[in-house]
Structures are given as structure tokens and as C-alpha cells.
């Protein structure tokens, strides 16, 4: 586990933005894991700023989105469809065809999950997933007591989590109970997992995943046993970890051709 410590999160999210561009320029047809929420917005947006200014393409790109509610249509405003369409998609030039989302109207919820874990696996794995962290640990909606080796699946939100999102609703009234999420089993067997985070509401559950027991009380945790993560947060999301000194030092100390 590589541990990136920066100022703040615009550098962050540059940081993961380079880290997407060379999958982007080395692989013909790379495949990325997607998330929503506040954190990845500047990871997107940086993308986005290299595509329109820097002619960076995504034409060869596929990407699997890690979750959707259950129970609200695609044009929903508070669906992930509509979250991804509205900050990314529109913005570049990827084949709407190799966007994907799990259906969260589907007729069969259970095949559903399925189906999506199937088509994941038949397309070769995903290169480089990207995450944020939920306050409690919860990567994707992989909320605490999640199976460590689960896959794609329907899981019950907690309320803090519903009351984290229910800005998008009208009210918490209005925030689905469901989601079809990504498993942790699932994550885990990308190729390369970056995760972004941010503010000093986030230092705990970034402490619990960097330097904590393996444990399905953090979900976040199990990428300690991942061969290729890094976890890039800014100085407040970082004030809970007893070894950043040595993160700092180590980023800073990079042999050359690690460096970018």
C-alpha cells in the first residue's frame, strides 16, 4: 500500500488524474472503475480540463460504474446515472457504449448483479478502480459487517449513510433504502485501486484502513492485503495516521523512474 500525502485536494485529485492518463495512453483499450460522490468531482474534472485543453481521448476506454440505487430510473436527478452523465460522460469523447452502470430498475435485481459481476469478468477486469471512503470505512457500498470476499450484490444503507447522501433528494424520506454495489471481492481483483480522501471527518476511517486491524468493521481495511494500492488524501484527512511522517518521506524519496 502506497500512502500519498498532499496539501490539499486539488493536488490530489491531479495526482489521481496521472495516474488515469498513463493507463489511458499505454493501453489501447483501458477499463476503469468509476465512483460517484464529492471526492472523485476533482479527479473528473481535472480529466476533463486535460481532454478539452491537452487532447486527452477516451475513446478506447470502458468503464464499469461501482453502484446505483435500487428503485429510481436512469433520468432519476439523483441517480448515478445521471451523476456520471452530468460530471464526466458528457464531457469527453468515450463510446456511450462501454459506459456501464448496474440497472437499478431491473426487473430482476438479482440477476442484475449477476449479469454486471459476468460482464466485469468477460471484459478482462478493470485496470484501475478508483474509490473514495465512507466515514464509517465503507468502500463503494460496502457498509461495515460487508464479507470481505463478497461480490456484486443488493445491500441495505445505513442511516448515516442515507442521511450522507440525502442532499440529492428531496428529503432522507426520498433516499432508496437499496443499492446494487460492487462487492469488496469484487475490488479487490482490479489490477490497480487508487483511493481519494479528504477533510479531517475523513482521518479516522483513513487511519482504520492505512494502519488498523483487517477487519469487515472497516471495510476500507482490506486494501492492505491489495498488491497495487495507493491511497492519495490531503494533510487534514491524514492527521489521524501515526506513520505519515514516513509517507511523506517516502513519497518525497521516490526512485526516478516512479516519478511522473
Not at 195 to 218: Q, Y
Request: include cysteine.
Amino acid at each position: 500500500m502506497e500512502v500519498i500525502i498532499l496539501k490539499n485536494s486539488e493536488r490530489c485529485c491531479l495526482e489521481a488524474a496521472k495516474i488515469a492518463v498513463k493507463y489511458l495512453k499505454d493501453l489501447d483499450t483501458p477499463v476503469f472503475g468509476l465512483p460517484t460522490g464529492s471526492s472523485p468531482l476533482g479527479f473528473y474534472r481535472q480529466l476533463i480540463r486535460m481532454h478539452q485543453e491537452e487532447g486527452l481521448s477516451f475513446k478506447g476506454m470502458t468503464s464499469y460504474n461501482l453502484d446505483e440505487y435500487v428503485g429510481i430510473g436512469t433520468h432519476h436527478p439523483a441517480s448515478y446515472c445521471t451523476f456520471m452523465e452530468n460530471n464526466f460522460f458528457k464531457y469527453i469523447d468515450a463510446d456511450s457504449k462501454n459506459l456501464h452502470l448496474p440497472n437499478g430498475m431491473a426487473n430482476d435485481i438479482v440477476k442484475e448483479c449477476s449479469d454486471y459481476e459476468e460482464m466485469i469478468s468477460n471484459g478482462g477486469g478493470i485496470d484501475l478502480q478508483l474509490l473514495g471512503i465512507g466515514g464509517n470505512g465503507h468502500i463503494a457500498f460496502n457498509e461495515p459487517g460487508s464479507s470481505l470476499t463478497s461480490r456484486t450484490r443488493v445491500k441495505t444503507l445505513t442511516d448515516k449513510t442515507r442521511q450522507d447522501n440525502s442532499s440529492a433528494f428531496e428529503s432522507l424520506d426520498h433516499v432508496p433504502m437499496h443499492v446494487i454495489t460492487m462487492g469488496v471481492g469484487t475490488i479487490m481483483e482490479t489490477r490497480h485501486i487508487v483511493v481519494l480522501a479528504f477533510g479531517a471527518d475523513k482521518s479516522e476511517a483513513v487511519a482504520n484502513m492505512v494502519e488498523g486491524p483487517i477487519t469487515s468493521s472497516c471495510p476500507a481495511s482490506i486494501l492492505q492485503m491489495h498488491p497495487r494500492a495507493t491511497i492519495i488524501i490531503d494533510e487534514a484527512a491524514s492527521i489521524d495516521l501515526a506513520r505519515s511522517d514516513y509517507y511523506k518521506w517516502v513519497y518525497n524519496n521516490r526512485p526516478h523512474w516512479q516519478r511522473s
